[in-house]
């Protein structure tokens, strides 16, 4: 199990309970990460200004 981190703004109170994904650490050393659901691939990609973009 991934420790949870501290997240440096403040979280809703409908939010508190969800899961924390850290974007840099599912694409290890690269900006892109595939992701799966449903048998579907996803590519999840972190733009030079620092965005995720989330394509099919």
């Known amino acids: ?4 981190t501290t ?3 403040p979280v809703r ?3 508190a309970d969800l899961p924390v994904h850290d974007a840099r650490a599912l694409t ?5 990460a595939r992701i799966l ?6 590519t999840l990609r ?3 200004a620092g965005k995720l ?3 099919k």
Do not use: C, N, V
């Not at 659901?37 to 996803?42: F, V």
């Open 1 to 4: 199990m991934t420790p949870m």
């Open 7 to 9: 997240l440096p703004y």
């Open 13 to 15: 109170a409908e939010d």
């Open 28 to 32: 290890g050393d690269g900006i892109r």
């Open 37 to 42: 659901l449903d048998g579907q691939s996803y």
């Open 46 to 48: 972190i733009t030079r």
């Open 53 to 55: 973009i989330l394509t």
